[in-house]
């Protein structure tokens, strides 16, 4: 009889644990980007929730996606490919941009709080972040270790 296949973390923990941190790292800069922006659309602007929420979302990807590529898969400076790595990386942040941007909508229909606006906006894109580190482990930069160069 067939054993039910058991979850290795301990190797998980060794193929993706360092990827996985250092992609963390790029999280925390990319929402101190996103949310800074976020705030100053919010308080000093007076931006509504959605607009303020757009503007951080294209604040924040350039850096996002240098950073991933460059440190988290160890891609080098050379050639960015619009179609297999720019394009899909954006349509990505699209998706995130649109589930924190219905969130907010929803938010802002409850309540004008600035502090609830800016909480919906990172519980949205941080329930997303396991996906996202997914997608782009397997899809966007599945073959990162044929491109390693010295960083």
């Known amino acids: 009889m067939d ?8 190797r998980l923990w060794r193929e993706y644990g360092q990827r996985l941190m250092r992609y963390g790292g790029v999280t925390i800069i990319g929402s101190a980007v996103g949310v ?11 931006w509504p929730g959605v607009f303020a929420n757009f503007i951080s979302v294209c604040m924040s990807t350039p850096p996002a996606y240098y950073l991933n590529r460059r440190w988290v898969w160890e891609r080098g400076s050379g050639n960015h490919s619009a179609s297999r ?3 899909p990386f954006w349509i990505m942040t699209f998706f995130g941009f ?3 941007t219905v969130a907010i909508g929803i938010a802002s229909l409850i309540t004008d ?8 906006q990172v519980a949205s894109f941080g329930a997303l972040w396991l996906l996202k580190f ?8 599945k073959d990162a270790e044929h491109f390693h160069e010295s960083v």
Do not use: C, M, N
């Open 3 to 10: 054993q039910p296949r058991r979850l290795d973390l301990a």
């Open 36 to 46: 800074t922006t976020l705030l100053i659309g919010l308080y000093a602007f007076d």
């Open 85 to 87: 790595e720019v394009g």
């Open 98 to 100: 649109v589930v924190s």
């Open 113 to 120: 709080l600035k502090p609830v606006l800016l909480i919906t």
């Open 134 to 141: 997914a997608f782009l482990e397997k899809y966007l930069w």
